[in-house]
């Protein structure tokens, strides 16, 4: 009897043990959360030029990042820019200083998000390093973001889905790093981001 107890004991420990975090799985408390559509990034660098993400599959690209050199002859700063287009038929949600939001993991994208309103075919600098005649800095929303989520919405047939890409700023490289993305593969429907 005590060596069935042990040997039980030491498999549920294995079990536990071998578990992983699945991170396409629904969000804790919410079994509502509708299916995505999940795309690896890879840890793409962009660090110049730009990178094409294609949220739902259809081959053709939904949000463009870009990097772009800007001098400022008004302010006598460089400014070197990261930025994210939305295309056609995609959407970005937009300030009136033409800057997106950094949403957390499980921020609900598609709910209204105070101060901001979807603009299809905008762009927004997520951060920027500015070089000065002495000093250098950074500035922007994204400036230090960690594996935060960007929110999109796409538009099929007249009908909005949510989704996100997941993406870091990294100041040191000079470039942003994209992480992962998902889409709602079901229109109308609040998302979480990170899942």
């Not at 107890?5 to 578990?19: D, N």
């Not at 460089?78 to 287009?85: E, H, I, L």
């Not at 935060?148 to 870091?168: D, F, I, K, N, T």
Request: a neutral charge; hydrophobic letters at 40%; proline letters at 5%.
């Amino acid at each position: 009897m005590r060596n069935t107890l042990l040997l039980l004991s030491l498999c549920g420990l294995l079990v536990a043990c071998s578990k992983e975090r699945i991170p396409n799985t629904q969000p804790p408390g919410n079994p509502e959360h509708p299916e995505m559509r999940y795309t690896d990034l890879q840890h793409a660098a962009v660090h110049s030029g730009f990178r094409k993400v294609d949220l739902n599959g259809d081959g053709q690209p939904d949000l463009h990042f870009k990097v772009q050199l800007v001098a400022d002859n008004v302010l006598q700063v460089t400014k070197k820019q990261f930025s994210v287009r939305a295309e056609i038929g995609s959407r970005l949600l937009i300030n009136e200083q033409n800057e997106t939001p950094v949403f957390p993991l499980l921020g609900k994208i598609g709910e209204g998000h105070t101060g901001f309103e979807w603009f299809e075919v905008n762009e927004s600098v997520l951060a920027e390093r500015l070089t000065g005649a002495t000093d250098t800095w950074w500035d922007g929303l994204w400036k230090s973001a960690q594996r935060r989520y960007l929110a999109v919405q796409v538009w099929v047939a007249g009908r909005p889905y949510h989704g996100w890409v997941e993406l870091s700023v990294d100041r040191a490289g000079e470039q942003v790093l994209l992480h992962r993305a998902a889409l709602s593969v079901a229109a109308d429907r609040v998302v979480r981001a990170g899942y």
